[in-house]
T-cell receptor, first 116, second 116 residues
Framework: AQSVTQPDIHITVSEGASLELRCNYSYGATPYLFWYVQSPGQGLQLLLKYFSGDTLVQGIKGFEAEFKRSQSSFNLRKPSVHWSDAAEYFCAVGPVYGGSQGNLIFGKGTKLSVKP | AAGVIQSPRHLIKEKRETATLKCYPIPRHDTVYWYQQGPGQDPQFLISFYEKMQSDKGSIPDRFSAQQFSDYHSELNMSSLELGDSALYFC???????????????FGPGTRLLVL
């Protein structure tokens, strides 16, 4: 069965430091991978997505993610974290049903706190 | 740019009451997804519609029903509400290109339902 694992429930980094959020997936074929961010009490905002092609994808707000098939990973990175990045981050995989994307399966999320 | 609209944003109901949540997708989007996010949980897929027909079904209770209308908006009807139904309900929309798998789901701000 398809699944997404985010091993880190909570991460704290200092403002200006680099960030890497881990995401591993289990999927029978090439997945469609997404990172969403959720601020407290808010909806889910798409940061970036991977469908095919270049394995390093750029997103909004200075985020990037790298798809590594050999490691079944899609880790999210940012070289310098800003206080406004404090939020919860969800990795998701889009299974394919009959040629359409179907629903998303989410990881449990990683809560990011940023120290001044 | 226009986003997904959900109404109401907040809803308080008592046990055994009914509730109706509405979702207005991004213009030209033809697919709607419903997700439920319990407190501290990841979003769980409930149901989706494409061109007014049910497309996929997830962990939606029998007490819930949904439909998509001719203008592509969707409503989630919830009856015999239980305390455990208290959650954030997200709607997402996408544009499903026939024969292609290029959907990206864009999420609304959610409806926060509290059942007392």
């Amino acid at each position: 069965a398809q699944s997404v694992t985010q091993p880190d429930i909570h991460i704290t980094v200092s403002e200006g430091a680099s960030l890497e959020l881990r995401c591993n997936y289990s999927y029978g074929a090439t997945p469609y991978l997404f990172w969403y961010v959720q601020s407290p009490g808010q909806g889910l905002q798409l940061l970036l997505k991977y469908f095919s092609g270049d394995t390093l994808v750029q997103g909004i707000k200075g985020f990037e993610a790298e798809f590594k098939r050999s490691q079944s990973s899609f880790n999210l990175r940012k070289p310098s974290v800003h206080w406004s990045d404090a939020a919860e981050y969800f990795c998701a995989v889009g299974p394919v049903y009959g040629g359409s994307q179907g629903n998303l399966i989410f990881g449990k999320g990683t809560k990011l706190s940023v120290k001044p | 740019a226009a986003g997904v609209i959900q109404s109401p944003r907040h809803l308080i109901k008592e046990k055994r009451e009914t509730a109706t949540l509405k979702c207005y997708p991004i213009p030209r989007h033809d697919t709607v997804y419903w997700y439920q996010q319990g407190p501290g949980q990841d979003p769980q897929f409930l149901i989706s519609f494409y061109e007014k027909m049910q497309s996929d079904k997830g962990s939606i209770p029998d007490r819930f029903s949904a439909q998509q209308f001719s203008d592509y908006h969707s409503e989630l009807n919830m009856s015999s509400l239980e305390l455990g139904d208290s959650a954030l309900y997200f709607c997402a929309s996408s544009f499903r290109l026939a024969g292609l798998i290029l959907e990206t789901q864009y999420f609304g701000p959610g409806t926060r339902l509290l059942v007392l």
